[in-house]
Nanobody, 123 residues
C-alpha cells in the first residue's frame, strides 16, 4: 500500500516562507520521480515542480520557478517543497505525487497522490 503523507502546511504571513514535506512508504522511493501540485478553491489542480529519482534533475512550472524549490532526501524517503516570498494567491491545498518519471508528473498523471496539506497565506 503506497502512502504519501504531506506535512508542514499551515498559516503564514505574506512574504514568509514555508517548507512542505512528503513522506513516502510502500514503494521503492528512489525509483520514483516526485512532484508537487496545488489546488485552490474553485480551481483545477496545478503542477508546481518535479524531480527525478536522485533530485539532480528538476522541472518547474514557469510561474513557480523563482520562489519554489523541490528537493528530496532518499535516505529519509522524503521530498520537500521550499516556498519563499509567499503571496495570498499561493493559498491552496498542496499535494505530493509519485510517478515513473518527470514527464508522467508534468502531464498530470502520477501513479500516486498524497492526501494534501493546507497552506494559507494571509495578507
Amino acid at each position: 500500500q503506497v502512502q504519501l503523507v504531506e506535512s508542514g502546511g499551515g498559516l503564514v504571513q505574506a512574504g514568509g516562507s514555508l517548507r512542505l514535506s512528503c513522506a513516502a512508504s510502500g514503494l521503492t522511493f528512489q525509483r520514483y520521480a516526485m512532484g508537487w501540485f496545488r489546488q485552490a478553491p474553485g480551481q483545477e489542480r496545478k503542477f508546481i515542480a518535479a524531480c527525478n529519482w536522485s533530485g539532480e534533475n528538476t522541472y518547474y512550472a514557469d510561474s513557480m520557478k523563482d520562489r519554489f524549490t523541490i528537493s528530496r532526501d532518499n535516505a529519509k524517503n522524503t521530498v520537500y517543497l521550499q516556498m519563499n516570498s509567499l503571496k495570498p494567491e499561493d493559498t491552496a491545498v498542496y499535494y505530493c505525487a509519485a510517478g515513473q518519471a518527470i514527464p508522467v508528473l508534468t502531464a498530470g498523471s502520477p501513479n500516486n497522490w498524497g492526501q494534501g496539506t493546507q497552506v494559507t497565506v494571509s495578507s
